[in-house]
């Protein structure tokens, strides 16, 4: 802006208009006069000026209701009423509340109005550094911020894998899962908060797996009672490894690791919740979890075809699935494909 | 708050270019095309103000007047503004007879104002 600011003038006495215009015509500013206060309001939400003078009395629209159109879309610019210094009290209130910066009182006075000027564009000048240094210093933060994420990411996908290698090698598991649980969650309206830590946190679900035996977790063939009653431990041993973090997702790993084997008829593990007393996160990652560990092979059994593993998830709704996830899972046929086929165990 | 030092020229009493120059600050020909300006704008405004008034138009008639005296005010003509707001009382009484006899009054002042501010500027004093 420079001191060559923009200065928009709102009187309906042109005389007065040219009496600020001849006051200021020395500052070298850009100057708009307007008698019509409407026009001035479309002329400002376009310029954006830097300074702006309104009489008060004005016959289509006072000063006051100019000011306040003003603020609908320039919170910040300074704007002056000029008013008599005989105007009541009460009228400078009302443009205060309406969001006046100052006040300038009839008869101006050229030095006084033309160091008034200097300093409300000076003034202006260091708002407008200033939010531009805020909106710099937010990027940074932003961009700073993601990187952390992502790094966090990163570390807990690396987490992840760990106890997806020593239970099946089946590496991309956990980036599918949580790619699924976030189309999943966005589906369903979930906020974006909710689903970004559902997406970062996913990944943990299967942690509690590396307290499980290795004679358990990689036998092949079905477990007996006692194996499978120990390999249901592996539940809240992940929420144990996770919950006293203080890391946020962390923590949201904890309640997906814990819950994601209830069932919605209530006869999953380890707490036999049933229905919406199962957390949100659980019932997402239960899903993505299933169709995934359909469509693998495992050391227990051959992968499904796909067309029979979608089945199984749509027979299961309302059994041991969300019936809204479920349908959610219907609507986002193409979605998954495309989350299988980017993230093909085969091509990694 | 107005610092009016009156000067008899050309015998009103009450302006002086010399004088508003000094007070106002602006140089003297921009204040003398202002003074120009206003007082051709005014002496307009004040004949539509009478014609309203004698149309009925109350409102209308009030709202010029307010556009002149504020013009005057901010030109440090308080002697003009007091005689404006003089009349804008009368007006609301609805003593058109009395607010016509005012308003001629300011006019002549007003055309007083403009000869007096031609004839600097042609003579230079």
């Keep these: ?348 | 708050m107005q610092e009016e030092n009156p000067e008899p020229v050309g015998g009103f009493a009450g302006f002086s270019f010399g004088e508003l120059q000094a007070q106002i600050g602006l140089a003297p020909d921009v204040l003398a095309s202002l003074l120009r300006e206003f007082c051709e704008d005014s002496e307009a405004d004040l004949k539509k103000a009478v014609e309203e008034l004698a149309a009925g138009n109350v409102r209308n008639s009030r709202d010029l007047l307010h556009s002149v005296r504020s013009a005057a005010g901010n030109m440090r003509l308080s002697f003009l503004s007091e005689k404006l707001k003089n009349a804008d009382e009368f007006v609301k009484k609805n003593d058109t007879v009395y607010v016509k006899e005012l308003i001629k009054e300011i006019t002549d002042i007003l055309i007083f104002i403009k000869n007096e501010t031609i004839r600097r500027r042609e003579h230079g004093t």
């Design chain 1, 1 to 348: 802006m420079g001191l060559k600011g923009k200065i928009v003038s709102i009187d309906d006495n042109k005389l007065n208009l040219m009496l600020i215009e001849s006051m200021l015509e020395s500052m070298n500013l850009e100057i708009r006069s307007f008698t019509d206060p409407s026009h001035a309001l479309d002329y400002i939400k376009i310029s954006h000026p830097d300074l702006i003078f309104t009489d008060y009395m004005m016959p289509e629209m006072d000063g006051i209701a100019l000011i306040k159109r003003v603020r609908e879309t320039e919170p910040d610019v300074p704007i002056v009423m000029i008013t008599a210094v005989d105007d009541d009290d009460s009228i400078k209130l009302s443009a205060l509340n309406a969001g006046a910066s100052d006040f300038l009182y009839k008869p101006l006075k050229l030095y006084e109005f033309q160091v008034r000027v200097k300093n409300l564009l000076s003034l202006r000048k260091n708002q407008l550094l200033l939010k531009d240094r805020a909106a710099l210093l937010q990027r940074e933060v932003e961009t700073a911020t993601l990187k952390i994420r992502m790094r966090e990411f990163e570390t807990l996908t690396i987490i992840g894998r760990a106890s997806e290698y020593k239970d099946t090698e089946t590496g991309n598991h956990i980036k599918r899962v949580a790619h699924y649980s976030k189309a999943l969650s966005e589906h369903i309206g979930m906020d974006s908060e909710f689903t970004d830590a559902l997406f970062f946190s996913a990944p943990l679900h299967d942690i509690g797996k590396l307290g499980i035996p290795d004679s358990i977790l990689l036998k092949p063939g079905k477990l007996d009672e006692q194996e499978f009653s120990v390999m249901k431990e592996h539940t809240t041993i992940g929420y144990k490894i996770l919950a006293d973090s203080e890391g946020k997702y962390l923590k949201f790993g904890a309640d997906i690791a814990l819950s994601h084997h209830e069932r919605w008829d209530g006869r999953g593990y380890p707490n036999r919740l049933s229905g919406d007393n199962i957390p949100i996160c659980g019932r997402i990652v239960a899903v993505s979890d299933v169709f995934d560990a359909l469509l693998s092979k495992r050391p227990y059994k051959q992968k499904w075809e796909y067309d029979d593993a979608r089945r199984f998830i749509q027979e299961n709704g309302g059994i041991m699935f969300d019936p809204q996830l479920v349908d959610a899972f219907d609507k986002l046929k193409e979605v998954f494909l495309d989350i299988m086929h980017s993230y093909d165990d085969a091509d990694k």
